[in-house]
């Protein structure tokens, strides 16, 4: 005998469990940046330790990403009110806004390379600053998934205020990783 699960079943135990999950994975990240900040001040005590400024283009990034999240908002309420084109306009805003991050960071890393600060046992310091950053664009990437595939499912209009679940998942998500970029700058520039 075969059970067959209605639609609006899968949707009900889809909403459900997502969220929890997202919570689980955003918890498993957190012990991650965690242990890698807490190596960073351990590791920072170290007579070899190297002092230097951010490359400014890291400021640069942070005014993306907080914009990004300031037009997922904007995305999410527009999602709200059942307001379509401003829900499409703020997504695909968004989605542009996290492709330039990433941009950004690759150009904060060949800043880094002009300094003649790279990735190497015998730089710690600026290793741990590139394997900071290069954590977090991976989750950013992640991120960029999610925007991406949101921002295609809303142009094929499946959003409304009713069902936006994958809206709500890719802004938590999302600004998720802008709370942790602006960690990570502060912890960075303050535990030096």
């Known amino acids: 005998m075969v059970s ?14 997502a969220k929890p999950l997202l919570w689980v994975g955003m918890a498993g990240m ?21 002092a230097f400024d951010l490359p400014s283009v890291f400021y640069i990034s942070t005014g993306i990403i ?6 997922l908002f904007f995305a999410d309420y527009f999602a709200k009110k059942d307001n379509q084109l401003g829900m499409k306009v703020g997504l695909l805003l968004t989605f542009l806004l996290s492709i330039a991050f990433v941009i950004s960071q690759f150009a904060a890393w060949g800043q880094l390379v002009s300094l003649g600060l790279h990735f190497t046992f015998s730089e ?7 394997v900071l950053t290069f954590m977090h664009l991976m989750h950013v990437i992640g991120g960029n998934v999610s925007l991406f595939v949101t921002t295609i499912k809303a142009f094929k209009g499946k959003y409304t205020s009713k069902d936006k ?10 600004h998720y990783l802008t709370g942790i970029w602006l960690f990570l700058l502060f912890f960075i520039l303050y535990i030096q």
Do not use: H, N
């Open 4 to 17: 067959s699960i209605s639609i609006e079943e899968q949707k009900k135990i889809k909403e459900r469990t």
């Open 30 to 50: 957190t012990m991650i940046f965690a242990s890698l900040t807490s190596a960073y001040i351990v590791r920072q005590a170290d007579a070899d330790w190297l």
């Open 66 to 71: 907080i914009a990004s999240s300031i037009t």
């Open 124 to 130: 710690i310091s600026a290793s741990f600053l590139y």
């Open 165 to 174: 679940l994958g809206i709500e998942l890719a802004s938590w998500y999302w």
